[in-house]
């Protein structure tokens, strides 16, 4: 374990909220950081960060902290300070004359009016890191929200559900976590941590900016390419997976276990024909390459689907695992969070040592995970 972690010293203010921006704050606390979460004062539900009074069924309606806002903010400290005043302004000129960095997620303009934009707070502080998420970028006004930008940027239509029968197409859905958001996250961790390199290096501050928009854009990857390259407008496919196949595909086994196969070479499809007693799919013209099982999809899952079905699953996942086979059991949250893999990564509140998130830093050094005593700030 290092004599102590890696950010240690660094001060930020945050004044980001919902998810993208708090997950970077508590990312950086991770990493040793000290984090000062500021929010708006007020009432009840009204208070500070949105998420706090996001209850999932079953929380308590007031007083404790949601498992929203837990999602995101261990790790930090808590102010209460009211930007729409004079007071509240200083103060805050005054707390980021020592900070390293700011974290912000206001739309376009609105932190001009409360004395928190970049030109502002680095006036008496030139090597600040300051870190701008929007929506759009900053000549759009337009606020961001997760789900629109799901919508937006082909997130959405590529998740409608498939028909394996019918092969009808339901409607576009979102996806079941605010994947834009953390993957704006991720992009302005690797802003700032390169800005914090030149700044080691040259003494200069930085503005940090990441959009919504175009995180999401640049997360679609090869479906991106598949048309910039290939002229092939992705197209909604299920589980499945638009250039390898079976991969992504789920099947209902004879246990009761559902099983997603993810064969990405054709020995690995050679492989489980054998573990399902059929090597002579393996040998179909159709199906013998990967190319040729992605243009005979629907005959390739209409052959292996029986298969599947009359095996027990958990005990053809030990075959296929022992042969180095890409597959796995369709688990719930409460099933995946008690896998041996997630253990380190849960975090405890040291008053009740109960579960009550997860780390965003997983990596480890020198063989150690990193420790976070403090829970969200109340």
Known sequence: MPDSPPLTGLFVIELASVLAGPQVGQFLAELGAEVLKIEAPGDGSTAGDVTRSWKAPG?????????????????????????????????????????????????????????????????????????????YGPANPRAGYDAVLQAETGF???????????????????????????????????????????????????????????????????????????GHNPQPLGSEHPNIAPYGTTYPTADGTTVLLAVGTDRQFAHLCDELGCPELAADARFATNPARVRHRAALNAALAPLLAAVPGEALLTRLHARHIPAGAVRDVAQALATPEAAPLLLHDPATGRAGGVRTAIFRLDGEALQLPLAPPR
């Open 59 to 135: 929380e308590a309606p007031d007083g404790a902290t949601s498992a929203y806002f837990a999602a995101a903010n261990w790790g930090k400290r808590g102010l209460r300070l009211d930007l729409t005043t004079a007071a509240g302004r200083a103060e805050l000129r005054t707390l980021a004359t020592r900070a390293d960095i700011v974290i912000t997620s206001y739309k376009p303009g609105d932190a001009e009016k409360l004395g928190a934009d970049y030109a502002t707070l680095r006036a008496a502080n030139p090597g600040l890191l300051y870190a701008a998420l929007t929506g």
């Open 156 to 230: 959405a239509f590529l998740n409608a559900p498939l028909d394996a029968t019918t092969g009808a197409v339901g409607l576009p859905q979102k996806m079941p976590v605010a994947l834009i958001d953390l993957l704006a996250a991720h992009q302005l961790k690797e802003g700032l941590l390169v800005a914090l390199y030149r700044r080691a290096r040259t003494g200069q501050g930085a503005l940090v900016e990441v959009s919504l928009a175009q995180a999401a854009l640049a997360s679609l990857a090869n479906q991106a390419t598949n048309w910039l390259v290939a």
